[in-house]
């Protein structure tokens, strides 16, 4: 048992910034829920919630209690292991990605230790992410099937079919942004995008892969189970969705683990396209401020506005859009998105080797 | 025993008795799932072995797609345990035949075999960027011929998935 000696402050450095991310996730993905009824009310002129606290900033907690303190019923006819395991999976693999995002810069401590603000920064990096979300759709499925509900089934089935039909243009239209970044660690694609403006042109993503982030933004739509296309979700055809048969604090994971999966989403599309925690004039700030600490501390900030603002964005199209038809989902994804990817794919690949081939 | 063989054999052990299961298994849903667990202990061999792409190329397109796809299909058709059909006297005996048929070539074939060690240094071949300069350089031709190979697989299943549609047309 010599050789399991492991470096402590590694560990307990890890650790505390998991516990943080872990905390941070759930306290965002809470008030996510509140955003998300405030946001629905200012845009059909109504006011939302405003009773519990001021500005109705309590109403997760009390929601959260809700949930607690509800029955738990589970169905006589369902298997009971799938039952509770569906809920327990879909919260993993929504906490799970949060792993390898960059959350700011590392910054050196007057010992010389220097901290990194990412769990782990693996030599795989992206294809983590879609080794997750591909799982995320295990907790759909086996929650709607082991209810026994006819409705559940087709809502899971749903689900299913319209994860694995979006990956695809998912998948593509991330290559096309891998082979100008040329490395798959979400690390470096950041420090890549390093302030706003670079060799004469935008650093961020976003101005060299426009094509591709309107095919990846609409395929974490798709992927996030979110208006337009909650299907899954679809009151007038399948009652209440997948979780129908849920109560209690089950369904309350589930409808957590979705907002938890908006946020890391937004997070994730932050650091690909927008530059993650960079921002215009930061090097002009660092040298300015001379204090690692709070530098580090505005990357941070900075990053979670972005989020943010993600978040306000795919809570915007909810509200604005009306759902689509499972067909007509069906045919955007395999006919329109995965075509359009593959032609974006080659054209930046064609423009590499033509302009940038060194 | 290092960190590095306590993880060998707790998969190991994974591995196996998930594997296990996925054939004693009564229930379908049971069998898809031991055998995701399966994967992802062989995932967790690829890891030790620092072959990260590879790790987790198996759990997207094994764990992640074709077992999704499998479930589908289980859901679909709602086989249970008890609609199980029991199978002929002849296809047990058959399938006895094959299995032993199959041990003897795996015996043949392993009588001889070489089982040189892991080199203790890290290799870091499995890492994407070699793995990458490998597969387009040195091994281009089987690569590019696999993909062929996995082209016409899709049109053949697209093109049995059409036929019932044009006899109806015709």
Not at chain 1, 123 to 128: A, K
Not at chain 1, 191 to 218: C, E, M, R, V
Not at chain 1, 254 to 266: M, Q
Not at chain 2, 40 to 51: P, V
């Amino acid at each position: 048992m010599l050789l399991l000696q492991v470096d402590m402050a590694f560990l307990i450095e890890k650790i505390l910034l998991i516990t943080v991310i872990l905390f941070g996730s759930l306290g965002i993905a809470m008030y996510a829920t509140w955003g998300e009824r405030k946001v629905a009310a200012v845009m059909q002129d109504r006011l939302g919630p405003n009773r519990a606290g001021p500005l109705g900033l309590l109403q997760p907690l009390a929601d959260g209690l809700k949930l607690f303190m509800k029955e738990e019923i589970i169905p006589d006819r369902s298997t009971k292991f799938l039952f509770i395991l569906g809920p327990c999976l879909s919260m993993l693999t929504a906490l799970m990605t949060s792993a390898i995002v960059p959350w700011g810069p590392d910054f050196v401590a007057a010992s010389g230790h220097i901290f990194t603000l990412q769990v782990a920064d693996i030599n795989i990096g992206v294809l983590y992410v879609f080794g997750v979300v591909s799982l995320g759709v295990y907790g759909i499925m086996l929650g709607g099937w082991a209810s026994n509900n006819k409705f559940s089934l087709l809502s899971s089935i749903r689900s299913a079919s319209q994860a694995i039909s979006y990956e695809l243009p998912m998948g593509i239209s991330l290559i096309a942004l891998l082979m100008m970044t040329g490395t798959l660690s979400l690390r470096e694609i950041v420090q890549q995008q390093h302030g706003f403006w670079a060799d004469g042109y935008f650093s961020w993503n976003f101005f060299k892969q426009p094509l591709g982030f309107i095919i990846f933004l609409t395929c974490s739509f798709a992927e996030l189970n979110r208006a337009p296309f909650d299907l899954p979700e679809c009151e007038s055809e399948l009652n209440m969705g997948y979780h129908q048969e849920y109560s209690s604090m089950k369904l309350g994971f589930y409808l957590f683990a979705e907002y938890i999966n908006l946020f890391v989403s937004s997070a994730i599309l932050i650091t690909l396209f927008f530059g993650g925690y960079n921002f215009p004039f930061m090097d002009q700030m660092a040298t300015s401020l001379n204090s690692p600490i709070l530098f580090t501390l505005i990357c941070v900030l900075v990053f979670m506005a972005k989020v943010i603002c993600m978040i306000l964005f795919f809570m915007f199209v909810r509200w604005t859009l009306p759902r689509f038809r499972f067909d007509q989902l069906m045919k955007l994804g395999w006919k329109s998105l995965i075509p359009l990817a593959l032609v974006n794919m080659l054209i930046t690949a064609a423009v590499i080797l033509l302009f940038f081939n060194k | 025993m290092g960190i590095y063989d306590i993880a060998f054999w707790i998969l190991t052990v994974i591995a196996i008795g998930c594997a296990l299961g996925v054939i004693l298994s009564r229930n379908p849903i049971n069998s898809v799932l031991f055998l995701i667990a399966t994967f992802f202990a062989i995932s967790g061999h690829y890891l030790l072995l620092n072959a990260q792409f590879l790790a987790i190329v198996n759990i997207i397109v094994y764990a992640g797609a074709i077992m999704v796809l499998f479930l589908f299909v289980i859901m679909l058709m709602n086989l249970n345990a008890d609609v199980e059909p029991q199978k002929g006297r002849l296809v047990q005996l058959a399938g006895v035949v094959s299995g032993g048929a199959l041990l003897l070539v795996l015996l043949a074939a392993l009588r001889t075999a070489k089982y040189p060690t892991l080199e203790s240094t890290p290799n870091e071949i499995g890492l994407i960027q070699n793995l990458g300069e490998v597969l387009f350089t040195q091994y281009v031709l089987p690569f590019e011929i696999s993909s062929v190979l996995f082209l016409s697989a899709m049109i053949g299943a697209i093109v049995i998935g059409k036929k019932e549609d044009s006899t109806h047309s015709a």
